[in-house]
T-cell receptor
Framework: DQQVKQNSPSLSVQEGRISILNCDYTNSMFDYFLWYKKYPAEGPTFLISISSIKDKNEDGRFTVFLNKSAKHLSLHIVPSQPGDSAVYFCAASGWGKFQFGAGTQVVVTP | KAGVTQTPRYLIKTRGQQVTLSCSPISGHRSVSWYQQTPGQGLQFLFEYFSETQRNKGNFPGRFSGRQFSNSRSEMNVSTLELGDSALYLC??????????????FGEGSRLTVL
């Protein structure tokens, strides 16, 4: 059963603007969350992560926010750049489980 | 250091055949996990191996199997191929057991087409 959900299959954003990707999970045993980025014909690459003891983690243009009570996390990319066009996967892990969301295709337009 | 290597990169099979995919993890990594990616389905977990033992298994039929060797290299096998098995199969390695260490390093995948 799908316990990590990315409800937006695609997102289009203008270069320089903020991209916000959302992810929801249902299993409260998950305690570590990650975002992966995937270009066509390549494997996913790790982008940023957050532990359940934090509510925000920032790395350059990428910030991940975690709302444990809502079982929701989001990835903010600001400013968005053309090279950010890719599929972004949210993942959750904990207690022997590791699950990915279905992914969100981000297209950054000039 | 070298990344995760998957072979073959592309292959075409017909229904009923079987296929074996290979994965060499990053040197020193002992955990290898396999994922199936199909459009709209994201990355579906197949199984994870650590120290030659299967530690976790996803919800796939018994036609999907795998193993890990003493050098941490892993193979996955799909028997009696079906059209729906057409997908990108991704292998990922990590230092410890993937589910607990969190960060996985992926190979480029093996693209399987079943005709």
């Amino acid at each position: 059963d799908q316990q990590v959900k990315q409800n937006s299959p695609s997102l289009s954003v203008q270069e320089g603007r903020i991209s916000i990707l959302n992810c929801d999970y249902t299993n409260s045993m998950f305690d570590y969350f990650l975002w992966y980025k995937k270009y066509p014909a390549e494997g996913p690459t790790f982008l940023i992560s957050i532990s359940s003891i934090k509510d925000k983690n920032e790395d350059g243009r990428f910030t991940v926010f975690l709302n444990k009570s809502a079982k929701h996390l989001s990835l903010h990319i600001v400013p968005s750049q053309p090279g950010d066009s890719a599929v972004y996967f949210c993942a959750a892990s904990g207690w022997g489980k590791f699950q990915f969301g279905a992914g969100t295709q981000v297209v950054v337009t000039p | 250091k070298a990344g995760v290597t998957q072979t073959p990169r592309y292959l075409i099979k017909t229904r009923g055949q079987q296929v074996t995919l290979s994965c060499s993890p990053i040197s020193g990594h002992r955990s290898v996990s396999w994922y199936q990616q199909t459009p709209g389905q994201g990355l579906q977990f197949l199984f994870e191996y650590f120290s030659e033992t299967q530690r976790n298994k996803g919800n796939f039929p018994g036609r999907f199997s795998g193993r890990q060797f003493s050098n941490s290299r892993s193979e996955m096998n799909v028997s009696t191929l079906e059209l729906g098995d057409s997908a990108l199969y991704l292998c990922a390695s990590s230092l410890g057991q993937g589910a607990d260490t969190g960060e996985l390093f992926f190979g480029e995948g093996s693209r399987l087409t079943v005709l």
